[in-house]
């Protein structure tokens, strides 16, 4: 059962690969015990008598608030999440050899500590909305993990620079993200008041690395598999807008763009396809709510960049 904060962090989760402690608000990363009972194994026999040991293959989702040190608004984002929102994204154009690879995770709560072998950036979801903070959801899957007490010693000291414990954060604010050119969007006047950049209440993006397991025997542990290949990515998003006035010539067909689309200035979208659906609100003054729909389909096997915040 996931666990997730009512105010504050559950917990730091330490990703190997990048060396460094993640503040997060939400838990629910799952390791199973990696035994099964099979069916009654013959005629007559009234409860199981029979279990066998199965891989042990950890897998969940972790929410990490995107943050910064100090208390000005517009001074970036910091750089260990600079460093994990590009990690989560491998391969790339400039780097098509490496792999969304967290390495071994650590996952520190009051009550328990997991560690997830051979980790790797299953999926990635950003979500915000107006006058609120923006949300990750990071999915991890491992080859192996395990559960263990939590002990005080396993924690870095406090005030330690590794965690940077001796500096506050501040969440990034909607606001603060940055929204790039979308082509075409001028053609459909109310929707962002003629402009070619949308303006968003609230926005969704999800990018789905799907990494294949490879359950092939592992000789250096029997009940892990033995890695992961990579899957076909997927790429989502969606941005809703709300505009004064009601929205004349809708577009009723997908509209392609050929470039770079800035997603909140967090990922660049290489090419895809973006389509809209519009409902007037009348009133005293009439307002137009639009669903911005964004697939990304690049030309090439590599359909996402960092953005102009990374």
Same mark, same amino acid.
């Given at each position: 059962?996931?666990?997730?904060?009512?105010?504050?962090?559950?917990?730091?989760?330490?990703?190997?690969?990048?060396?460094?402690?993640?503040?997060?608000?939400? /838990?629910?990363?799952?390791?199973?015990?990696?035994?099964?009972?099979?069916?009654?194994?013959? #005629?007559?026999?009234?409860?199981?008598? %029979?279990?066998?040991?199965?891989?042990?293959?950890?897998?969940? /989702? #972790?929410?990490?608030?995107?943050?910064?040190?100090?208390?000005?608004?517009?001074?970036?984002? /910091?750089?260990?999440?600079?460093? %994990? #929102?590009? *990690?989560?994204?491998?391969?790339?154009?400039? #780097?098509? /050899?490496?792999?969304?690879?967290?390495?071994?995770?650590?996952?520190?709560?009051?009550?328990?500590?997991?560690?997830?072998?051979?980790?790797?950036?299953?999926?990635?979801?950003?979500?915000?909305?107006?006058?609120?903070?923006?949300? *990750?959801?990071?999915? !991890?899957?491992?080859?192996?993990?395990?559960?263990?007490?939590?002990?005080?010693?396993?924690?870095?000291?406090?005030?330690?620079?590794?965690?940077?414990?001796?500096?506050?954060?501040?969440? !990034?604010?909607?606001?603060?993200?940055?929204?790039?050119?979308?082509?075409?969007?001028?053609?459909?006047?109310?929707?962002?008041?003629? @402009?070619?950049?949308?303006?968003?209440?609230?926005?969704?993006?999800?990018?789905?690395?799907?990494? !294949?397991?490879?359950?092939?025997?592992?000789?250096?542990?029997?009940?892990?598999?033995?890695?992961?290949?990579?899957?076909?990515?997927?790429?989502?998003?969606? !941005?809703?807008?709300?505009?004064?006035?009601?929205?004349?010539?809708?577009?009723?067909?997908?509209?392609?763009?050929?470039?770079?689309?800035?997603?909140?200035?967090?990922?660049?979208?290489?090419?895809?396809?973006?389509?809209?659906?519009?409902?007037?609100?009348?009133?005293?003054?009439?307002?137009?709510?639009?669903?911005?729909?964004?697939?990304?389909?690049?030309?090439?096997?590599?359909?996402?960049?960092?953005? @102009?915040?990374?």
């Amino acid at each position: 059962m996931p666990i997730t904060a009512l105010t504050g962090w559950v917990g730091l989760a330490y990703l190997g690969a990048l060396n460094n402690y993640y503040r997060f608000t939400s /838990d629910g990363v799952n390791i199973p015990l990696g035994i099964e009972v099979p069916e009654d194994v013959h #005629l007559g026999q009234r409860v199981p008598g %029979l279990y066998r040991y199965t891989v042990v293959q950890p897998e969940g /989702d #972790l929410g990490i608030p995107l943050i910064a040190y100090g208390y000005t608004p517009q001074t970036g984002l /910091d750089p260990t999440m600079q460093s %994990l #929102l590009r *990690l989560a994204i491998l391969p790339t154009a400039a #780097l098509p /050899d490496d792999l969304p690879e967290l390495g071994e995770v650590h996952i520190y709560r009051g009550d328990v500590d997991k560690m997830i072998e051979g980790a790797v950036v299953n999926r990635i979801e950003i979500s915000a909305q107006a006058n609120s903070r923006v949300d *990750l959801s990071v999915g !991890i899957r491992g080859i192996w993990g395990e559960k263990n007490a939590m002990l005080a010693t396993a924690l870095p000291v406090p005030g330690s620079t590794t965690a940077n414990f001796n500096d506050k954060v501040r969440a !990034i604010h909607f606001n603060e993200l940055e929204w790039g050119t979308l082509p075409g969007l001028t053609m459909w006047s109310g929707i962002s008041g003629s @402009s070619s950049i949308p303006v968003p209440r609230n926005c969704r993006l999800s990018i789905d690395n799907n990494m !294949i397991p490879d359950d092939s025997w592992n000789p250096t542990n029997p009940r892990a598999i033995r890695g992961f290949a990579l899957g076909n990515q997927r790429i989502e998003g969606s !941005i809703t807008v709300v505009g004064f006035g009601a929205v004349s010539g809708e577009p009723t067909v997908i509209t392609p763009w050929n470039e770079s689309y800035d997603f909140g200035g967090i990922y660049l979208l290489d090419n895809g396809i973006w389509s809209a659906s519009t409902v007037n609100v009348p009133g005293p003054s009439e307002i137009s709510v639009t669903e911005l729909t964004l697939t990304g389909m690049s030309a090439t096997k590599f359909g996402i960049a960092p953005g @102009s915040l990374l």
